[in-house]
């Protein structure tokens, strides 16, 4: 079977996560990846080191590519990104616009050698605005949209340890390049696709943006506490830590009747109406009394183990799952059922990495089988020669510090 994506060509000289993880995924669907490093490496080859001189991250982002190692700040340099470009559908690279345009890389430059190549970037901020010319990483963007502010505790703002701005961005940026794709399949033009870290934030912050806007209610920091429906929250269990979501009165009315059972932590008295309280009617009303609902969910938890919780509330068809350590993660029957995390060799692991997918099932449409990432400028002699490089040539460019 044909890969969906074979026969388009990728230049990726994108750094970190938002820009590489589009080659990822491109990759993973049959794209011919050129992953473009500097000499030495970019820098995140490196953080968070697990062996073989390259770091987790790395892994994750440059599954399924090719690497070259390029100055293309140099003339000669510059003369191999003209020849690869005029090559390539796609080229990804979210750098500041000062460093684009001194390697060459900038859309105009592009173009000027392939009219309907697709252009693949982003930014910090976005492309205009008094901020367009800062630089930045995740955390900016969910310091800036409100995220931040209303994660931990009032007072205290909490950045996730996740990096959802930086996936977040790269997904919107892959989903606009398939979308370029399809535009220059129709009409034949190529075109610029700019994503940026602050707007992925405010996208995903939507709904508590548009409520402040509407009707001010000036939200602040409820630990893990949900706002708009309840209850939402973890809560200890005997042997762990458990998260129980709870939103719709359906869903409240199952949890309420669970609450009920009779065994260690049920009613006691004094305990509410819990199905005819007005204070919680709603799920609005659930979560400006959340308190009240989290200690009676804490009460019936913490005489429990997080298994028997999990299985209760999955019985009663109500969210819950087990706060699971990265071990735990990796451990956990369902997390393995998934297949998601692919076991990868890299030279110098001490094991193979479990590398994920691409997270999506369809029926029709397979990924082409897992290749490693890269060692750095692994593939450079073979990229070169076949763009017409001989041996003496692509010495002389090593001896040059070019590649």
């Not at 994108?14 to 794209?31: D, F």
């Not at 140099?74 to 000062?98: F, S, Y």
Request: contains cysteine; proline residues 7%.
């Amino acid at each position: 079977m044909t890969a969906l994506l074979a026969g388009i060509r990728v230049l990726d000289f994108g750094r970190y996560i938002a820009g590489p993880y589009v080659g990822a995924m491109l990759a993973e669907y049959g794209a011919d990846v050129i992953r473009i490093e500097k000499r030495g490496g970019s820098e995140d080859r490196f953080p968070a080191q697990v062996g073989g001189g390259v770091g987790a991250l790395f892994l994750q982002m440059n599954r399924n590519k090719r690497s070259m190692t390029l100055d293309p700040a140099t003339p000669a340099g510059r003369e191999i990104v003209a020849k690869l470009v005029a090559g390539a559908d796609v080229v990804i690279a979210n750098m500041p616009q000062a460093t684009l345009l001194s390697s060459g890389l900038d859309y105009d430059t592009l173009r000027a050698i392939r009219p309907d190549i697709i252009f693949v970037t982003n930014t910090a901020f976005g492309p205009v605005g008094p901020m367009q010319h800062n630089v930045g990483f995740d955390a900016i963007g969910q310091a800036m949209s409100g995220a931040v502010y209303l994660t931990g505790q009032p007072g205290e703002p909490y950045r996730a340890a996740a990096n959802w701005v930086d996936f977040g961005t790269a997904l919107h940026c892959a989903f606009g390049t398939l979308a370029a794709l399809m535009e220059r399949q129709r009409s034949g033009k190529g075109q610029k696709v700019t994503g940026a870290l602050l707007a992925t934030a405010l996208a995903v912050t939507n709904g508590a943006l548009i409520e402040q806007a509407v009707v001010q209610p000036d939200r602040v920091a409820t630990g893990n506490r949900g706002q708009t429906s309840g209850p939402l929250d973890i809560c200890r269990a005997t042997d762990g830590w458990v998260l129980v979501a709870v939103t719709g009165n359906p869903l409240y009315r199952r949890w309420a009747r669970l609450m009920g059972l009779p065994g260690p932590g049920g009613p006691v008295e004094g305990d509410p109406d819990w199905l005819n309280d007005p204070r919680f009617a709603d799920d609005d009303a659930r979560g400006r009394h959340g308190v009240i609902l989290t200690e009676r969910l804490a009460r019936w938890c913490e005489v429990r183990s997080s298994d028997e919780v999990v299985r209760r509330f999955g019985e009663a068809m109500i969210p819950c799952a087990p706060v699971l350590s990265p071990q735990q993660a990796l451990d956990h029957p369902q997390v393995q059922a998934l297949g998601l995390l692919q076991d990868t060799d890299y030279p110098g692991l001490p094991r193979p990495a479990p590398v994920a997918a691409v997270p999506i099932w369809m029926t029709e449409t397979a990924a082409v089988p897992r290749q490693r990432a890269p060692l750095l400028g692994e593939h450079t002699a073979q990229i070169l020669a076949s763009l017409g490089y001989d041996d003496a040539a692509i010495a002389d460019l090593r001896e040059r510090a070019v590649i």
